[in-house]
């Protein structure tokens, strides 16, 4: 049976790996249609533009959201915006691709309200423990930023019965693989 191709829509709390399993899925699955999202972030080492993000100015991104270009757009950590590019996922939808958008949770929510027809997936840590250990893990923090990312973390686990799914990252290979069935993808890699 033919898939029908549909958005999906990949959020969880931060510091889960959301990055880590896209990047995974980007490498290996063809046969998802990875959103490239907008930022006003500088671009990291190794990061290249039109591949990980399209890299734009405050300008830009204030044009995009003029002329509607974004389905959905955030300000994420209190500092930069992210959105996702309507057009390039409308493309994608009409030549059958099925389409995964790795966002933030506030861009899920926006998503779920202008496309209810989306599939929502949670990626979510193991334990409790294992995201404090990632997120304190860095050592790189004081106690009280420590104790801030902690706060965030618990609102933002709280979301997860807003998602139609729950993936637990424990592997990035197997939560992978699991969001792409989700997908109703094949699950062939390619190497
Ligand atoms: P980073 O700067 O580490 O690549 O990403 C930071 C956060 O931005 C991640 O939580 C990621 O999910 C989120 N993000 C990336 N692209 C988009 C987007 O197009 N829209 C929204 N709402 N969030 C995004």
Redo the contacts with the bound molecule.
């Keep these: 049976m033919p898939v029908k191709p549909t958005v999906t829509v ?2 969880g709390p ?1 510091a889960v790996g ?2 880590t399993v896209s990047t995974y899925i980007r490498d290996h699955y063809p046969q998802v249609w990875l ?1 490239v ?3 006003t ?1 500088a671009a ?1 080492p190794g990061e290249v533009d039109g591949v ?2 399209f890299f734009v100015s405050d300008d830009q991104f204030d044009s995009m959201v003029s002329d509607n270009d ?1 389905l ?3 300000v ?2 209190n500092s ?1 915006r ?3 590019p309507r057009q390039k996922v409308e493309e994608a939808l009409a030549q059958g691709r099925s389409v995964l ?8 929510r ?1 998503i779920k309200r202008t496309l209810p027809t989306a599939q929502f997936v949670f990626l979510a840590p193991p334990s409790w423990d294992e995201m404090v250990a990632r997120l304190v893990g860095r050592g790189t923090e004081t106690p009280e930023q420590q104790q801030r990312r902690l706060e965030t973390a618990k609102v933002e686990l709280a979301a997860q019965p807003e998602f139609d799914h729950t993936v637990i990252n424990d592997s990035v290979e197997r939560a992978a693989a699991e969001l792409v069935e989700l997908m109703g993808l094949p699950a062939q890699q390619r190497d």
């Design positions: 990949l959020a931060t959301k990055g959103s999202s907008a930022t972030r990291r990980h993000y974004l959905e757009w955030a994420v950590h930069h992210y959105g996702t958008l790795e966002i933030d949770l506030q861009g899920a926006e």
